[in-house]
């Protein structure tokens, strides 16, 4: 089960644990939604070739893989991890 949200997302920057590299659409962090132990894989889409670099605080839309109904709603606030490494977290805008 795929479900695509539009989110604001902090990306952290590399001395608050983050990135130091930017990455594109098709980056594939995992997702855990407060409340949830559960991590599930995501795909980012972003528009037109864009580029996101760490420290940035952006809008854009997630494919979220394997997602439950409950987790997923308006105002859902969530952490990003590559590996074990928490790289961001935002909120749902939108749940298409």
Do not use: W
């Amino acid at each position: 089960m795929k479900h695509q949200i539009k989110t604001q997302v902090y990306f952290f920057n590399e001395s608050e644990g983050g990135r130091n590299i930017p990455f594109g659409s098709g980056f594939n962090p995992k997702i855990k939604f407060d409340g949830s132990i559960d991590e599930l894989f995501t795909s980012l889409v972003l528009d037109n070739d864009d580029i996101v670099f760490p420290g940035d605080n952006v809008k854009l839309k997630l494919i979220v893989k394997g997602a439950s109904d409950f987790y997923l709603h308006k105002g859902a606030s969530f952490e990003l991890f590559e590996g074990s490494r928490k790289i961001g977290e935002g909120s749902v805008l939108l749940v298409e």
